[in-house]
C-alpha cells in the first residue's frame, strides 16, 4: 500500500509543469508527480480572522462616556450633541424626552467625572498707605489674640496709636498711596502680600498664586488676578536702574 503523508512541511514551491521530485512512470514513460499539494489563498487576511468577532464600532458619544478622563462639561456637550442628532434624526426639536433618553445613558458617567475645580477670585485692589500697612499688621496680632474681628481689631489698634490715624491722613494729603489688595479681603498680612509682590517682580512670577506669568499677561491664568500694577512696578524700577 502507498504511504499516507501526514505531515508535510514546505520549504520551496516550483512553479514548473514538472516538479524536480517528479519520476518516469515505467508504463506510460512519462514524467509523474510523486506529491501533489494544494494551497488555497483567501482574499486578505480574512483566513487569519476568521475565528476572531469583529468588535463593534463605538460612536464618539460612547468613547467619551467610557474614557473614564471626560470632564462635566465635555459630557454636557457630547449630551447636547448626541440629542441634537436624535432630533434631526426624528425629524424634530430636542425636548425633554430626547434629553431624558440620552441622560439616562451620561448619568453615571457624568456623577463619576471629577468636579470643576473653582479658582479663588483675586482680591479687590485699593489705594493703600504704609499706615494702613502697619495698622493690617498689628491689627491681626490682636485679632488673633482676643478673638474679635478684623474691624474691632483695627479700631483697638489706632484706639492705642491715634499718631497712626494722623500717619495715615498725612500719607493720603500728600498723594503717599500705592495699589495694593484690600487688606480686609486677604488671608495672610498686607505686609507679606507686599512683599511677596516685590519677590515676584524679579522673578517672573504672579505676585497672588506665585504661578509663573509672562511679561505681556494682563491677567494670571491661575488664580485671574491682574498684573498690570506688577508690569508698572517692574517698569519703573527698570526706569530708574537705567
Given at each position: 500500500m502507498p504511504n499516507i503523508l501526514h505531515a508535510l512541511i514546505v520549504e520551496e514551491v516550483s512553479l514548473v509543469d514538472h516538479p524536480s521530485n517528479a519520476e518516469i512512470?515505467?508504463?506510460?514513460?512519462?514524467?509523474?508527480?510523486?506529491?501533489?499539494?494544494?494551497?488555497?489563498?483567501r482574499d486578505g487576511d480574512l483566513a487569519k480572522n476568521n475565528n476572531r468577532k469583529e468588535q463593534p464600532k463605538m460612536s464618539k458619544f460612547e468613547r467619551i462616556l467610557?474614557?473614564?478622563?471626560?470632564t462635566r462639561d465635555q459630557i454636557c456637550q457630547a449630551v447636547a450633541k448626541k440629542a441634537l442628532k436624535i432630533a434631526k434624526r426624528?425629524?424634530?426639536?430636542?425636548?425633554?424626552?430626547?434629553?431624558?433618553q440620552v441622560w439616562s445613558e451620561a448619568y453615571a458617567a457624568y456623577e463619576a467625572a471629577p468636579l470643576p475645580v473653582v479658582r479663588k477670585?483675586?482680591?479687590?485692589?485699593?489705594?493703600?498707605?504704609?499706615?494702613?500697612?502697619?495698622?493690617?499688621?498689628?491689627a491681626r496680632v490682636?485679632?488673633?489674640?482676643?478673638?474679635i474681628g478684623y474691624?474691632?481689631?483695627?479700631?483697638?489698634?489706632?484706639?492705642?496709636?491715634p499718631s497712626l490715624y494722623k500717619q495715615y491722613v498725612d500719607e493720603l494729603a500728600a498723594g503717599d498711596t500705592f495699589t495694593a489688595p484690600d487688606p480686609s479681603k486677604l488671608d495672610v498680612p498686607l505686609d507679606y502680600?507686599?512683599?511677596?509682590a516685590k519677590a515676584a517682580e524679579d522673578d517672573g512670577v504672579c505676585h497672588n498664586c506665585d504661578e509663573a506669568v509672562d511679561d505681556d499677561d494682563e491677567y494670571c491664568s491661575s488664580c485671574g488676578a491682574s498684573l498690570a500694577e506688577?508690569?508698572?512696578?517692574k517698569a519703573k524700577a527698570k526706569t530708574k536702574k537705567s
Open positions: 512512470d515505467p508504463r506510460t514513460g512519462r514524467k509523474r508527480d510523486r506529491a501533489v499539494v494544494a494551497f488555497f489563498k467610557k474614557s473614564g478622563t471626560a426624528a425629524g424634530t426639536e430636542v425636548n425633554s424626552e430626547i434629553h431624558e477670585a483675586a482680591p479687590p485692589l485699593v489705594q493703600t498707605t504704609a499706615a494702613e500697612v502697619e495698622l493690617d499688621k498689628r490682636i485679632a488673633k489674640r482676643d478673638g474691624p474691632q481689631a483695627c479700631s483697638k489698634v489706632l484706639t492705642a496709636d502680600f507686599l512683599k511677596v506688577q508690569h508698572a512696578t
